[in-house]
């Protein structure tokens, strides 16, 4: 089994900072993508960004220059740095994951999510 666990999320002001972290546990052989999505009320969950095994990022336009994605390889963990937020970026975020389990299975994986709100 596989546990994808979000973890800092929260009330920021606009032009603060928050950071997200997100630990996969479990029964886990390999980890290929990893990537934040994030859904606000009322709209379509959306890619926010997405990091390679070797570290190879990209981001939605709305992010770039905001948001930075890292993680680390050896703790199955992928962080995302929010910068300058503004209230559009109240959703719910979400990581996601494409690994292989030891047993061979392959597929992708969401955690719970965690409400991030910027309002003063």
């Known amino acids: 089994q596989v546990q994808l666990l979000e973890s800092g999320g929260g009330l920021v002001q606009p032009g603060g900072s928050l950071r997200l972290s997100c630990a996969a546990s479990?029964?886990?052989?390999?980890?290929?993508?990893m990537a934040w999505y994030r859904q606000a009320p009322g709209k379509e969950r959306e890619l926010v960004a997405t990091?390679?095994?070797?570290?190879?990022?990209n981001y939605a336009d709305s992010v770039k220059g905001r948001f930075t994605i890292s993680r680390d390889n050896a703790k199955n963990t992928v962080y995302v740095q929010m910068h300058s937020l503004i209230s559009e970026d109240t959703a719910v975020y979400y990581c996601?994951?494409?690994?292989?389990?030891?047993?061979?299975?392959?597929?992708?994986?969401w955690g719970q999510g965690t409400q991030v709100t910027v309002s003063s």
């Open positions: 996601n994951a494409y690994l292989r389990t030891i047993g061979g299975y392959r597929n992708n994986y």
């Open positions: 479990g029964t886990i052989f390999s980890i290929g993508v």
């Open positions: 990091i390679t095994s070797v570290g190879d990022t």
